[in-house]
């Protein structure tokens, strides 16, 4: 028996993403609004409240509103934008982070959907807040590399234009006044007592991401060797279909010891690498910002809340 799903903001990159998830699966009937009639309060209403789930892939602003137009409906949301990622009434689409986290997923009629620098940020260091390994108060520093594809369409026309600037051909660094909007739930999904101190950059690449924190064992309550922080990730993430530590150093894995950004471009799957040595210590995690970093984890907690293998659509 197939569910009625319906997508508020389809035409967008995630909204559009999450429809090509679907392309091969015969238990979603997919609702599609009149194109004329998608900003049509009473519209979107009918079409939310009538269906079994909606993904919201929308501003704030219009998320907010979409949820106000489900009142009183049964229908269940997956929330895209950064809207309700630090509600306590919603659960955070980030199964892998306890089994907390997946059960309140899979019983809400509410979920938010991380965003796609917070998944990788928070990949990293919830498990080691949560392990007493990393103090709360501890000074995060997190640095980010990603493709043009989550800059929105204004930018992705320009990046793909034959006359683009001589700049957008170079990494460049943004949200410098360290107020980025991941940052409240990458300190409050992690634990942290503090915003990290967060660097991103937007490449001249279509899409993947690779996130990177930065740890000084000589500020940890107690001595951690490379090898200990391993065990660790690999302990906690011992269990998750789309979240694999890759071994020490990359080893294997990574030629000749560089670590590509785009390598998961069109995937939903997360890697985790853990390199440095036992006194300054690299953490990256590697992800699609449109997979595992947006529409990819959306599916997947939509599997969940359908009591359904996770993976479906999705490997």
Partial sequence: ??????????????????LERFKDRNDIEIMKIDEDKRKDNDERKKFICSSDFTFLCLPDAAA????????????RIIDASTAHRTNPDWAYGFPELSKQHREKIAASSRVA?????????????????????MPSDYPVVAHAVSGYSGAGKKAIAVYESDEKPEEFYSPRQYALPQ??????????????????VFNPLI??????????????????????TLADIHKAFTEHYADANLVKVMPVMGEGVLEN???AANTLSGKNNMEIFVCGNDDRIVLCSRLDNLGKGASGAAVQCLNIMMGIDETTGLV
Wanted: glycine share 10%; charged share 20%; hydrophobic share 40%.
């Fill in 113 to 133: 959907v991380p965003g796609c620098y917070a998944s990788g940020f928070i990949s990293l260091v919830y498990p080691l807040v949560k392990a007493g390994i």
């Fill in 179 to 196: 107020e980025h909007k991941h940052l409240p739930e990458m300190m409050k999904i992690s634990g942290l007592d503090y915003k990290p």
């Fill in 257 to 259: 010891g560089f670590l």
């Fill in 64 to 75: 907010r509103e979409a949820v106000e137009l489900a009142k009183g409906s049964n229908v």
């Fill in 203 to 224: 490449c001249d690449y279509f899409s993947g991401m690779v996130v990177t924190v930065p740890v000084l064992t000589r500020l940890l309550p107690k001595k951690y």
């Fill in 1 to 18: 028996m197939s569910v009625k799903v319906y997508i508020d903001g389809q035409e967008g990159t995630t909204g559009l993403k999450i």
